[in-house]
């Protein structure tokens, strides 16, 4: 759940976590989904509460300990923000029901062992889903010897993998083709901020270029989320991962146009879709 101040002083409560910002995204987006949480203590009966007053489809797993609570702090000036972080598998494994993609998002809750992810993946896979991950540190690390179906970093995530900094596409190609040649997953994306993504399949690299914004960023909250979502409904749909890709580029392009951690503009992001170039290069070769 995240608490969200400006640097003017206004306070927000909304119902967070990587999980259920990707399911309201993708319910923004059209698609059809069930997010699966934590839920302990008081703070966790006001998550619950917060989800069913918005209407969001979730299934809670009681915890004992108290769900944590993140605090956002948003800075109007710099325009970015600062998070601070104050028997599931049986449950996920039955939520999934009939859905072809499961979206694991977020760092894990104390007490998880670092290699949950990859437990999940092979649960996710025997009740005939696949995994699309979005972590970092011990967790990301523990779900790279299962083999998911999409694997997404950011700059920071992807050069804590590799032990090189990520700054731009070359670098963010490099790290796909790690992913991709060691077996952690059949999608591997990696963003490199402003710049766009990178997006590879064993077909090859296909760069995304970020479209040009058509207003002052507002926020960089929830672009990754957003672009998580975009992806896991349009494979939904039937579309490649490529296309679905540069959805995700253009819905995280409209996020930051969004004040705080507000949910983008669906009708933004379609707008912006077209303007997403890429240029495609095979596996192995040598950038131009």
């Not at 672009?227 to 540069?246: E, H, N, Q, W």
């Not at 983008?264 to 290069?281: I, K, N, W």
Request: glycine residues 12%; hydrophobic residues 40%.
């Amino acid at each position: 759940m995240n608490s969200d101040r400006t640097a003017t002083g206004q306070w927000g409560v909304a119902a967070g976590g990587g999980g259920i910002n990707v399911a309201r995204a993708v319910v923004r987006l059209g698609g059809r989904a069930t997010a699966v949480h934590t839920a302990g203590g008081e703070v966790g009966l006001r998550l619950n509460r917060l989800l069913d007053g918005e209407g969001v489809d979730h299934v809670a797993v009681g915890i004992e300990d108290e769900t944590r609570e993140a605090l956002v702090l948003f800075e109007t000036e710099t325009r970015h923000s600062y998070h601070q972080g104050l028997r599931c598998l049986d449950v996920l494994e039955r939520a999934v029901g009939d859905c072809p993609y499961v979206v694991a998002s977020g760092s894990l809750p104390r007490g998880l062992p670092a290699d949950f992810y990859a437990r999940a993946a092979r649960r996710i896979k025997q009740a005939g889903a696949r995994l699309i991950l979005d972590t970092s540190g011990p967790a990301l690390s523990g779900a790279l010897t299962e083999g998911v179906l999409l694997l997404r970093c950011n700059r920071t995530e992807a050069a804590a993998l590799t032990g090189r900094n990520v700054l731009g596409f070359d670098d963010a190609r490099a790290v796909n083709e790690h992913l991709l040649t060691t077996g952690a997953a059949e999608v591997a994306v990696t963003t490199v901020g402003a710049l766009g993504a990178v997006g590879s399949t064993r077909h090859g690299h296909t760069v995304l270029h970020a479209p040009p914004l058509p207003g002052e960023p507002l926020s960089d909250a929830g672009a990754g989320d957003g672009m998580v979502a975009a992806i896991a409904a349009r494979l939904a749909a039937g579309d490649d991962p490529v296309s679905a890709c540069a959805l995700g580029v253009a819905v995280a392009a409209a996020a930051v146009l969004t004040p705080s951690t507000e949910s983008f503009d669906p009708e933004t992001a379609q707008s912006l879709r077209p303007q997403v170039m890429s240029g495609f290069q095979p596996l192995g070769s040598s950038p131009a």
